[in-house]
Nanobody
């Protein structure tokens, strides 16, 4: 089993920054891709960014150039640096772990609220 616990959300002024962190516990494999998704009010959950254990990253268009994902394999943590935040970044941000081992499994954290004030 995998447990994911996020931290670091909060209220931020336009143009401000936040750093989200996620600690993973349980059995974490090198094949696991970790990442961040977000869900704004009334909308579906969407990808923000993912990162493999080798450091390969993938960003949603809305995140490119402003958000940075990083991963510490030794500590089983993944972080998301949010810069130049806009009010539309308001959402619950979820840490994720995707494991492909014959079938695809997703694990999710409980989410952390990010609110961009306007």
């Amino acid at each position: 089993q995998v447990q994911l616990v996020e931290s670091g959300g909060g209220l931020v002024q336009p143009g401000g920054s936040l750093r989200l962190s996620c600690a993973a516990s349980g059995s974490i494999f090198r094949i696991d891709t970790m990442g961040w998704y977000r869900q704004a009010p009334g909308k579906q959950r969407e990808l923000v960014a993912t990162i493999t254990s080798g450091g390969d990253t993938n960003y949603a268009d809305a995140a490119k150039g402003r958000f940075t994902i990083s991963r510490d394999n030794a500590k089983n943590t993944v972080s998301l640096q949010l810069n130049s935040l806009k009010p539309e970044a308001t959402a619950v941000y979820y840490c994720s772990l995707r494991r492909v081992l014959g079938r695809t499994l997703y694990y999710w954290g409980q989410g952390t609220q990010v609110t961009g004030s306007s």
